[in-house]
């Protein structure tokens, strides 16, 4: 069973960076599995921030950006806003048309 | 524009079984490349993959669920379906369906507001 890991939660002040990771819970993550990143908000559909690692999803604001720093994926977030405060959750394509999400982090923006 | 609308019941009973539509438009699911996967989440946990279905009527899913879904698809009307049989309680949740773009398929674009389903007798 593989496990995508993420840190539960993160708290960010207005202004600020952070840097969520996606890692798995056997091996590296590579450019190989295409992590994409999402953006939830309360009651809200999940909205498409990165995907193939590093590219921006039409109108997303260039203050996202995703990268694999060490062995994990990772989604930065430059000069946070008010509202940003969202849950995060990244996506491992692992091949063979399955995928699989991993277990979000919370931002808190205050 | 890219839309996706899912439906279906917002209650079943346990051992019942599900079927949930999604119907979308601004594309075709006979367009070369074109995908459209359905997704979970449980109130308050993370999201799920569940399946996705390819224009070439490839389907895929979940390893832990495959053996209680089908991913079927409408092509003349826009719509794929997914069934889910012997529903439990633990498969309260709200359910999205979401576009994956043609290339190498790796990630949704876009999703839809998803539709929630309690299981409750």
């Known amino acids: 069973q593989t496990v995508v890991t993420q840190e539960p939660s993160f708290s960010v002040s207005p202004g600020g960076t952070v840097t969520l990771t996606c890692g798995l819970s056997s091996g590296s993550v590579s450019t190989s599995y295409y992590p994409s990143w999402y953006q939830q908000t309360p009651g809200q559909a999940p909205r498409t921030l990165i995907y193939s690692t590093n590219t921006r999803s039409s109108g997303v604001p260039d203050r996202f950006s995703g990268s694999i720093l060490g062995n994990k994926a990772a989604l930065t977030i430059t000069g946070a806003q008010a509202d940003d405060e969202s849950d995060y959750y990244c996506?491992?394509?692992?091949?063979?048309?399955?995928?699989?999400f991993g277990t979000g982090t919370k931002v808190t923006v205050l | 524009q890219v839309t996706l609308k899912e439906s279906g019941p917002a209650l079943v009973k346990p051992t019942q079984t599900l079927i949930l539509t999604c119907t979308f438009s601004g594309f075709s699911l006979s367009t070369s490349g074109m995908r459209v996967s359905w997704i979970r989440q449980p109130p308050g946990k993370a999201l799920e993959w569940l399946a996705r279905?390819?224009?070439?009527?490839?389907?895929f899913y979940s390893t832990s669920l495959k053996t209680r879904l089908t991913i079927s698809k409408d092509t003349s009307k826009n719509q794929v379906v997914l069934t889910m049989t012997n529903m439990d309680p633990v498969d309260t949740a709200t359910y999205y369906c979401?576009?994956?773009?043609?290339?190498?398929?790796?990630?949704?674009?876009?999703w839809g507001k998803g539709t929630t389903v309690t299981v409750s007798s």
């Open positions: 279905i390819d224009w070439d009527d490839d389907k």
């Open positions: 979401a576009r994956i773009p043609g290339g190498r398929g790796t990630y949704m674009d876009v």
């Open positions: 996506v491992l394509y692992m091949g063979s048309g399955i995928y699989v």
